[in-house]
């Protein structure tokens, strides 16, 4: 299998999470060049001629998604990459994607904000944005990288997520772990887990597009096999016909959030380490687990009982691990490079048991530690759990 | 009545294996072209002899946005101004699959404008089916990228300033390889020149003035659909291969319709197969 480069490599982020996309069955990619997702299309481009995948820059990322959700529905697994201000333009597509159900990957690599921001320097100010940035209302997958062993792991577990419930899956990395080099291990074709397209086999006249499994996933068929189906990203019934009225809506849209929140304890991945004995929990993703992983280690050599709560998937957020955690310990850390998004949602969940402490890791990267065993010391000494988010300052 | 009942006979539309029946009545109101242009399209379905379980058709939004959802293809109704990007996808990822944009002048050329000139740039095969009814009728006759100059929309309640666009011009001069205009007074015309895009490879663009007897024709005291149709029989001029230069349509003005660019141009998939198989090639 060439599109599964078996063995050990030193590679940057964004090259793994091509490899990745590739070994789950990528064959589409539309996109829009933007910093620092650049070096995705470039090993694509240059991989694609191997294993036969199309590659196409559209005009904006508007019409990136667009093609990559047209594409989906041949039958070719799609996504498209992007930074913040692209993805900013993506949320009308994101909104599509989940009407019509279409599996694909958006990936993510998150620089600095608002607006223009700085192309090349590590930002997580997007993962509200994956989360709520289209209109309606929806639930979403996201995933957030750490290193680019990650990139590739998680790639494929995205295009996985995105064809098990027929949702676009987002990648939220960050321009960090991007342009990480590292070595990865890609193991051998058979011992990758791939989730295949669940394809309606019946009669071609019996097929309703949107007519729901237990699981309230639908079943798809490609273009051009006859069935000659309807879709459409107005409230629909099971035939693709749009019906405007407020049964139809409880009847469409309802089982496009419980598709993902009745399953999350299946979707939902963390990992953690140190967590058993800790007092002090560090919750963290993408790039700042690094520097929590760091941290978690220096403090624990000079004794401090401190563990780590990485979020494999942001989305659904964690939330009973969480709730846990906070009743055992006397506060959970969040590191972020932001002013402060998903700490929101430890707090939420942490429901008053721990101190919630954030701290803005912003512009210092995601390997530094300084700020973090300031904190974690000052958390050690805390006993009154104080309201709402303590803030790092 | 008793022999009425007793001859009831099971009646089949002539377009049944074109058209979903089960979602009949349409929207369209009363007077308008739209119903035209979806009969001149399902004619041309059937006489270009064509696999239909091949052929995709997506829209955007609007009135001719919803099309899409009349005709038994495989059919996607997207988002605003979005279908021809979607269409590209699907064209790009299969190229089997022909694939036919039916949308209005304001999905189009407003808030699609970028793609289609894209799209018509880098040759994607694609029919473009473009309604011009002059105005954006599903939302009440708001001002449209092609609303003639003088004439009235909810948006601009003194007579539009705004100089309209002139679509094969744009077409032809992004890069259209088929370019032609019809009203839909000229049905049997329109569906001879769809019949041939059909065939065409590369980007096909038709536009039909259509008319909007609800909005365009009220707001503009234009009459009904009826009136609107023989103005296009006093008004429109066919002129074959006429410089697309020479198309504009002032408010009430003549309308030369007809084929004006049928060339070859290589499509966006063929360069790209065939550079890939260079590549390949010189690689062993």
Redesign the interface.
Known sequence: MKAVVQGSHVLMGNHACVEGALAAGC??L?GYPIAPALEIYERFLERA?EVDA?F?Q???E???L???????????K?MTVTSGPGLSLMM??L??GVM?ETPCVIVDIQRVGPSLGMPNRPSQGDMMQARWGSHGDYEIVALSPSSAQDMFDYTIKAFNFSERYRIPVALMADEYVAHVKEEIIIPPFEKIHIEPRRYYDGPHNGYLPFKRDKNYVPRMVD????????????THDD?G??IMNEECQEYNVHPLVRKIRDYADSIVEVQESNTEDAEVVIVSYGGTTRAALKAMAQARKSGMKVGSLKLVTVWPFPEKRVVELAKKVKALIVPEMNFGQVVFEVERCSHGYANVIFVPHGEKGAEHTEDLLAVITQAMQENIVRDGIIEYT | METLESTKLEVIHPMEDVLRMDRIPHIWCPGCGIGLAVTAFSAALEKANIDLNKVSIVSGIGCTGRVAGYVKLDSFHTTHGRAVAFATGIKAANPDIKVVVFSGDGDLIAIGGNHFIHAARRNIDMLVICVNNFIYAMTGGQVAPTTPLKAYATTCPFGCVEPPFNIPYLADSSGAVYVARWTTLHIRRLCNSMTEALHKKGFSVIEVISPCAQYYSRINRLGDGLDMMKFYHDNSEIRHGEDTKNLDIGFQGKIIVGKFVDRERPTYMERYTERLAQIKGAKK
């Open positions: 064959r589409f539309g001629k199309t196409i559209m005009e904006d508007i019409s990136a667009a093609a990559v959700l047209g594409a989906s529905w041949t039958g070719k799609s009308e597509h909104g599509l019509l273009i051009g096999k006859g069935y000659r189906f309807h879709v459409t990203g107005l035939r016909y749009p």
